[in-house]
């Protein structure tokens, strides 16, 4: 194929999983072109296998299908899937990238995903998306919302690809679209930079066959119980076992298949997800069966992420669920029931075997699938695991410039870190290639708004399946059939999956056909799904604000699941009230705001210099503000990283870059007297050096960090030998004679966190006492060491310096919360007391030093920018993200965004990538010459307003305040403050405030609808 401009662009994004999609919109939205290339037949990755996240407990498909669709939508992105990267040459800047579409088998232009090719296909496969647990056809689309949804033909099963027998499809199709002599496609694409996002494969137990799996067929892996436990699933959401069909009532669960071992054929590294994943798990199969028995076999708990503890805690107090600390063997299958034995060690009775109905083998995170060719092809290096090799100082560089990696090639990753990483990515591409922004942007155009105010009521309503999560509760052709009934309904249909391309597709060409002007959708929640919607009302030529939301999922089939006829009966209820509301909704126009082009960064800790300086080479102009008298935070006190970083130097040489920028403006000794002002237009006073200044600006960015927790137990401030991780790395780097000196060291982890009154782990304590540990080893390889832990929370690739820490001789013993050690007082040094749970007795260790892993709580400072920008922070005193999943690095607060510490303790390379997620979320706004406010925000008619300011008082955003009028002192709203949440118009004794897009006539004829018979 010859270069044409369809082959140009800014960026090429390989991988079309979250982390890929998440940096695909962010550098769309921020004004570059994107090729989004997937091997897969489809966007989505592992994610969309899966079938709700934790700690939200939003399903995945919810997450990932309206960043499908606004993918779809948007004019900057182009997909590219089933397509692989052939090789790649040129350098940053300008690279050549030689691309291998496989062959479908079918046009993409022709096809409708109809189905009826897979209708007739007569050949039967295992289902690679279900896990092989159900069947397919050698023609099928790769899942129920792929995007694209468009079918593609096995050639491994199809008759006439295998054998040359067999067209029926062909005949079937009735576009035309099957086309089996189609070839594979080469194509270049010439871009500025690349992303290297292609995710992971998951563990396969087959391989070593010592757990059972692919013998026994009760037991199956975590990705197969993902499956089963999604309403799209082979068992379209009841949790069934494989060889019988049958409800099992007893399931155990192993942890670390895969992970965290030496022996050939495993991984050394810990998988960083599994213990949360298989909690979420035991807490959703608890909720399809109150009764069941769940067992988790672990090893440790590594619940260090943001919520983990508490998530832990929660599936740890469900009844019949038991967590048990061992290693375990799958030892047998009872041929009679197809039940499952394991044998596992116990502390007071010894080995014990069990008999399980099911086993769910917990298995890890493999780097990508043939990833030593993908790496060759791309010119870049990997690690000795095989992830991709990164810059030590920026995790998000590759060994290549100009190629950056976002998500789990990186190494094992959550959801959230790698969309932070995503948007990381598209930061450091912004920078890279800020003198091409804009110049291949395409703006999106909207067809003409209908003007329907003389039109009689038309209502069109559609109802949702959602899969089997509505269909399989309510009976939906009966909710159809009643919808149509309504007063002023015009057409009421049915849609399997309201949120896939092709059905939104249906919304909207149905809104056309039939001339509605109201819509209502019956499906699941709008906290993800209405803008979507909103925009599909937009793409048919109706005003947005004509659509309304009837959530029949998480109100209605998800609490009614066991009583199908009153779930319908409700759906129906809930239908109707919103078909009562949609007769009275009027249209409201957004408008358009203009974007000041500054960046505010509070915070000059290494998350905030980062942050600042990429905004700065993306172009902006960037004021940082410190409150302490120089640049560096909390990383002035560390010296190096468990991987060997020299941290000093690192900062050293990020503090001269901030100074010498000619955009970025350094205020230090600074605090803020005040924010006003809002999303693209913020004025924030500074007092710093004696003076006030005031800045106008259009984001900010909070990096105010965090600070150590100063012990009060375990004689710490009563004698200089004993101290904490970050006073020791210091002693360790002057070398003072107490480190040199001392023959033994006792480390104390979860010292102020994990307990009642700061119920989280501190995330970085295990991995700071290891390091610490190996550099104490150097000093003398005959030091005594012993780490006091509850649960060793090295997770990812810092497994591996634990496993060495070992065999240097660290001696590692674990207490209980409610046995804490007892350290006391002995001539120079000190006697620890432990119990030991394996020798079941006391152990009285002698210590020359002793070492606490102090907890990491929020810098005090935070309070102070929380309240001024009206963020909120979490039950510990961090700040809180919009959504742990979707937008970790954004607030509630539009324009405001945040990074580092503050967020939540994180290890350095962790608090450097959230550094440029956040930049890159801000420059996506500080990119664009406007920004939109809601049309549903509250107004003030003010001749009924009577000046008592209790609406002021209520808000919580400050969108409200008093202006003067020619008839007196009257309440105002600012409508891009405005969150439109109605908090002032319950507190408005006059009603003069009220809430547009939810006014008393919309609500009453809701609660009217109701209670019709009244």
């Known amino acids: 194929m010859n270069t044409s401009d369809r082959n140009i662009g800014d960026v090429l994004i390989v991988g079309g999983g979250i982390s890929g999609i998440q940096a695909a919109l962010d550098l769309a939205n921020s004004g570059f072109r994107v090729f989004l290339v997937d091997k897969s037949p489809a966007l989505g990755g592992k994610m969309s296998q899966l079938d709700k996240t934790f700690p939200t407990n939003d399903c995945s498909m919810c997450i990932e299908s309206p960043k499908f669709i606004e993918c779809a939508r948007n004019p900057n992105i182009e997909i590219i899937t089933y397509t692989e990267v052939e090789r790649v040459d040129g350098e940053a800047g300008d690279f050549r990238v030689t691309l291998t579409k496989k062959p479908r088998y079918i046009s993409e232009e022709k096809c409708t995903g109809c189905n009826i090719c897979v209708d007739y296909c007569p050949v039967k496969i295992p289902d690679p998306f279900n896990q092989n647990l159900s069947e397919n056809k050698a023609v099928h689309i790769y899942f129920s919302q792929a995007v694209p949804l468009v079918t593609y033909v096995d050639p491994e099963t199809c008759l006439y690809l295998k054998e040359g027998k067999c067209q029926i499809c062909v005949g079937a199709c009735k576009t035309k679209a099957i086309d089996l002599h189609q070839k594979p496609e080469t194509m270049v694409v010439e871009v500025g930079a690349i992303i290297l996002s292609p995710g992971y494969e998951t563990f396969n137990p087959k391989l070593r066959g010592d757990f059972g799996y692919g013998k026994m067929q009760n037991v199956v892996t975590s990705l197969d119980f993902e499956r089963i436990l999604c309403a799209t699933g082979p068992y379209e959401g009841e949790i069934l076992r494989p060889s019988d069909k049958k409800h099992p009532h007893k399931i155990a669960w192993i942890q670390c298949v895969g992970s965290r071992q030496v022996n050939e054929g495993g991984n050394n590294y810990c998988s960083a997800v599994c213990c949360a994943y298989s909690q979420k798990q035991v807490i959703l199969a608890k909720d399809h069966d109150a009764d069941l028995q769940a067992t988790i076999f672990h090893n440790d708990i590594r619940a260090y992420g943001k919520d983990f503890e508490r998530f832990h805690q929660r599936a740890e107090k469900l009844s019949d669920v038991r967590f048990i600390r061992s290693y375990v063997t799958v030892g047998r299958e009872i041929e009679s029931t197809k039940n499952v034995t394991i044998r596992y060690s116990t502390l007071d009775d010894g080995v014990k075997e069990e008999e399980f109905d099911m086993v769910v083998l917990s298995v890890g995170l493999n780097p990508p699938k043939d990833v030593e060719a993908l790496a060759q092809k791309i010119g870049i290096e990997l690690t000795s695991q095989r992830f991709c090799k990164n810059n030590p100082y920026n995790p998000i560089e590759t060994s290549r410039k100009g190629i950056f990696v976002s998500g789990a090639f990186q190494g094992p990753l959550d959801i959230p870190e790698s969309v932070v990483t995503a948007s990381g990515a598209g930061a450091l591409c912004g920078q890279l290639l800020s003198y091409r922004r804009g110049r291949l942007e395409r703006e999106r155009v909207y067809p003409p708004e209908k003007d329907v105010s003389q039109e009689e009521l038309k209502i069109g309503v559609v109802v949702c399946y959602c899969g089997a999560n509505i269909g399989r509760v309510v ?48 499906a699941c929640t709008p906290r993800t799904h209405e803008p979507l919607f909103r925009d599909t009302c937009r793409e048919a030529g109706l005003n947005q604000y004509f659509f309304e939301f ?164 375990y004689l710490y401030g009563q004698s200089d030998r004993v101290l904490t991780q970050l006073e020791l790395e210091g002693e360790i780097v002057n070398q003072s004679e107490k480190v040199t000196g001392a023959q033994s060291v006792v480390m104390i982890q979860c010292v102020g966190c994990r307990q009642a009154d700061r119920n989280y782990c501190s995330r970085v304590c295990c991995s700071q006492a290891i390091k610490n540990a190996h550099k104490l080893k150097e000093i003398n390889p005959e030091m005594e060491i012993q780490i006091i832990f509850r649960d060793m929370r090295t997770y990812g690739l810092k497994e591996t310096y634990y496993r060495e820490a070992s065999e240097k001789n660290v001696k590692f013993i674990r207490y209980e919360a409610d046995t804490k050690p007892v350290v006391e007082a002995a001539g120079d040094g000190f006697k620890v007391t432990v119990p030991d749970p394996v020798l079941g007795q006391m152990m009285e260790l002698e210590a020359d030093l002793v070492v606490l892993a102090a907890a990491v709580i929020p810098a005090e400072s935070s309070q102070d920018a929380g309240k001024f920008f009206k963020v909120s922070n979490n039950p510990d005193g961090f700040f809180q993200e919009a959504h742990v999943k979707l937008r970790p690095v954004d607030f509630a607060a539009d324009g405001v965004f945040l990074c580092g510490t503050a967020h939540y303790p994180k290890h350095l390379s962790e608090t450097i990538s959230q550094a440029y997620g956040a930049a890159g ?94």
Not at 611 to 630: R, S, T, W
Not at 698 to 711: N, S
């Open 921 to 1014: 979320r801000a420059v996506g706004i500080l990119s664009r010459e406007t920004v939109t406010a809601s049309g549903a925000v509250c107004d003030v008619t003010e001749s009924d307003c009577v000046s008592c300011g209790a609406c002021i008082t209520a808000c919580k955003y400050g969108a409200i305040s008093f202006v003067d009028t020619p008839q007196g002192k009257k309440a105002r709203v600012e409508p891009i403050l405005c969150k439109g949440d109605g908090l002032c118009n319950a507190k408005c004794p006059t009603g003069a405030i009220y809430l547009k897009h939810y006014t008393d006539d919309e609500i009453f004829a809701q609660i009217d609808a109701a209670f019709p018979e009244h």
């Open 550 to 713: 009837a959530n029949i999922r998480e109100h209605c089939s998800w609490v009614h699941s066991r009583e199908k006829e009153s779930a319908t009966q409700k759906a129906k209820e809930i239908v109707r009230m919103s078909v009562a509301r949609a007769a009275h909704l009027e249209p409201l126009q957004e408008f358009q705001l203009p974007v000041d082009h500054t960046g505010l960064v509070v915070g000059g800790g290494v998350a905030g210099m980062t942050a600042a300086l990429n905004m700065a080479e993306q172009g902006f102009e960037v004021y940082l503000i410190e409150k302490d008298d120089d640049l560096g935070g909390m990383a002035r006190r560390l010296h190096y990283t468990l991987e060997g970083m020299d941290v000093q130097s690192f900062l050293a040489d990020l503090v001269k870059k901030v100074y010498r920028h000619p955009r970025v403006h350094v205020w230090t000794d600074a605090n803020i007297t005040d924010v006003s002002g809002y999303v693209g237009n913020f004025v924030t006073t500074v007092a710093s050096q004696g003076r006030n200044r005031e800045v106008k600006h259009g984001v900010a960015v909070i990096a105010t960090g965090a600070q150590e927790y100063k012990p009060t137990e």
């Open 475 to 522: 009976n939906i052709p009966e909710v159809i059939e009643y919808a149509a009934t309504l007063p002023n309904v015009a057409w009421a249909g049915e849609n399997l999956f309201a949120c896939s391309t092709e059905n939104a597709k249906q919304i909207s060409d149905a809104i056309v056909e039939k001339g509605l002007n109201r819509v209502v959708l019956a």
